[in-house]
């Protein structure tokens, strides 16, 4: 268990490293940014459900394994926003396929080193098509999330909007069944400025004063 142990410890470093996307593009206030881990976990329980809305298609085990995984590369090599076009631009490179094999070596480090101790072989099944899908829908869904509660919280910028529209054409693009109905949720979202009360925790049955009449 010690490699394990050890892993484990290495891991909390992405509780700490912070999605930078925003801090370049809008100048994110600090207080604002979610951590890498706090985006992962989010990634994980959405293609739970997302998997499940497809059912027995799709390998559910094999998709949560590598939404929570997905991530472990950037406690190596960091946040890098290589998929923003702008960001592209001030490189001789194509920075997004440099940042993609930079990440498989250092996810493919991680797990050699944890190999004496577990089955690298389960943290490593391609998915198919669709399970790909999947978790490419729940991590764009997940970013769209953040940038709603950016908003939430009062967050201006005129670059706001370009971000969030051409990531929801994004989502608009993806082929599963499901994409229809959660683009138009998240639409509707778009229109409100504000949070709508937590069901679990903000019933009017229990509120003293359900109406907030003075």
Known sequence: MKKIFE????????NRIKRTGGNLALGLPAGM???????SYMVTYLSMMFADKIGKEVDVEKILRWAVIHDWEE?????????SPSFGS????????????????????????????????????ELNEKEKLIVKTADIT???????????LGFRHDGWEMIWFNTVGMLEKIDLPFVPELVAEIKEAYKANSKRYS???????KQVNPEHKL
Request: hydrophobic share 40%.
């Open 199 to 205: 069901p679990f925790l903000a019933k009017k049955s």
């Open 90 to 125: 001030y490189w001789d490179t194509d920075i997004r396929a440099e940042t993609g094999k930079a990440g498989k070596k250092a996810l493919d480090e991680v797990l050699r080193f944890v190999e004496e101790e577990l089955d690298i072989s389960l943290y490593k099944s």
């Open 33 to 39: 940014n979610i951590s890498i881990a706090e985006h």
């Open 142 to 152: 997940g970013y769209l999330i953040e940038m709603q509660e950016w908003k939430y």
């Open 7 to 14: 892993l484990a410890q290495n891991l909390q470093n992405l």
């Open 75 to 83: 406690m190596v090599i960091g946040d890098i926003p290589s998929g």
